[in-house]
């Protein structure tokens, strides 16, 4: 159920955390798939096929990044115009580079087209980020924030790779979302590669379903959702190879605080 910080591991879905410690700040619930990490913990319960055994009773973990201001953020801050809105980008083919600032409306990719952010912040209002078919996502040194209207779901054969931003405000950040964004992001595709920095969705649920393996090739990723939900038969990598990466830890994660956590 929403709200109740619960991590759902479903089908034979798999999360192969071999480095990073596993959190939930209430249950576990593991159903015909699987969790393996270096340590798994849950502050009421834990049910299931977990590798280790689930440790319960634990201790709640704040929110790593509540002094993160992001309600007076300049991409945000604006609400978009009629005119903002009409020029969303939504392609089906080509090669285009998207500069960073606010996307009014959202990017939607299908067919063949390719979308390539340049490195910067980048900030999604009143829309989806939508790559589906066999289009493609990707950058470098950036970070995606959603409004909480909009959301992103990665769909079919799209191939994603992004890594976080490396230095500034949001550095070791590679998608976030606002406080009060309740909503469902979704990775079903086939080809999600890299998702290299921090996945921060405070209030919101992370949905990973499909076949395919998602972040496997990220030198690291954390993280950080109010729910996470694993269906179908995905397989979830959580790395924790810090060193390989020039996209840097931010404080209170990483190899001093686990990888993947649920939130209050």
Same mark, same amino acid.
């Given at each position: 159920?929403?709200?109740?910080q619960?991590?759902?591991?479903?089908?034979?879905?798999?999360?192969?955390a071999?480095?990073c410690m596993?959190h939930s700040?209430?249950?576990?619930?593991?159903?015909?798939?699987?969790?393996?990490?270096?340590a798994?913990?849950?502050?009421?319960?834990?049910?299931?096929?977990?590798? @280790?055994?689930?440790?319960?009773?634990a201790?709640?973990?704040?929110?790593?990044?509540?002094g993160?201001?992001?309600?007076?953020?300049?991409?945000?801050?604006?609400?978009?115009?009629? #005119?903002?809105?009409?020029n969303?980008?939504?392609?089906?083919s080509?090669? /285009?580079? #998207?500069r @960073?600032?606010? /996307?009014?409306?959202?990017?939607?990719a299908?067919?063949?087209a390719r979308i !390539? +952010?340049?490195?910067?912040?980048?900030?999604?209002?009143?829309?989806?980020?939508?790559?589906?078919?066999?289009?493609?996502?990707?950058?470098?040194? #950036?970070?995606l924030?959603?409004?909480a209207?909009?959301?992103?779901?990665?769909?079919?054969?799209?191939?994603v790779? +992004?890594?976080?931003?490396?230095?500034?405000?949001y550095?070791?950040? !590679?998608?976030?979302?606002?406080?009060?964004?309740?909503?469902n992001f979704?990775?079903?595709?086939? /080809?999600?590669?890299?998702?290299?920095? !921090?996945?921060?969705?405070?209030?919101?649920?992370?949905t #990973?379903?499909?076949?395919?393996?998602?972040?496997?090739d990220?030198a690291?990723?954390v993280? !950080?959702a109010?729910?996470?939900?694993?269906?179908?038969? @995905?397989s +979830?990598?959580?790395?924790?190879?810090?060193?390989?990466?020039?996209?840097?830890?931010?404080?209170?994660?990483?190899?001093?605080?686990?990888?993947s956590?649920?939130?209050?």
């Amino acid at each position: 159920d929403r709200g109740k910080q619960l991590l759902h591991v479903k089908d034979s879905s798999r999360m192969n955390a071999p480095s990073c410690m596993v959190h939930s700040n209430r249950d576990i619930e593991v159903q015909g798939g699987s969790i393996s990490a270096a340590a798994v913990q849950a502050v009421t319960s834990a049910r299931g096929y977990i590798s @280790p055994s689930a440790n319960t009773g634990a201790a709640p973990i704040d929110d790593p990044f509540s002094g993160l201001d992001l309600e007076s953020e300049v991409g945000f801050a604006v609400l978009c115009s009629a #005119v903002e809105l009409s020029n969303r980008i939504k392609v089906t083919s080509g090669v /285009h580079y #998207v500069r @960073p600032g606010r /996307h009014c409306g959202g990017i939607e990719a299908k067919g063949t087209a390719r979308i !390539v +952010l340049e490195p910067g912040d980048h900030f999604f209002l009143s829309g989806h980020l939508v790559i589906e078919e066999t289009a493609r996502l990707e950058g470098q040194d #950036v970070v995606l924030f959603f409004d909480a209207a909009s959301r992103f779901e990665f769909k079919d054969e799209a191939r994603v790779n +992004l890594d976080g931003r490396r230095s500034g405000a949001y550095a070791g950040i !590679v998608m976030g979302s606002m406080r009060r964004n309740q909503q469902n992001f979704i990775i079903s595709a086939d /080809h999600v590669e890299s998702l290299l920095g !921090v996945i921060y969705v405070p209030a919101a649920r992370l949905t #990973v379903e499909g076949t395919a393996d998602v972040a496997r090739d990220s030198a690291w990723t954390v993280i !950080v959702a109010n729910e996470v939900l694993l269906k179908g038969s @995905p397989s +979830l990598f959580i790395n924790a190879n810090y060193d390989a990466s020039n996209v840097p830890v931010p404080a209170g994660v990483g190899p001093r605080a686990g990888g993947s956590r649920l939130i209050q």
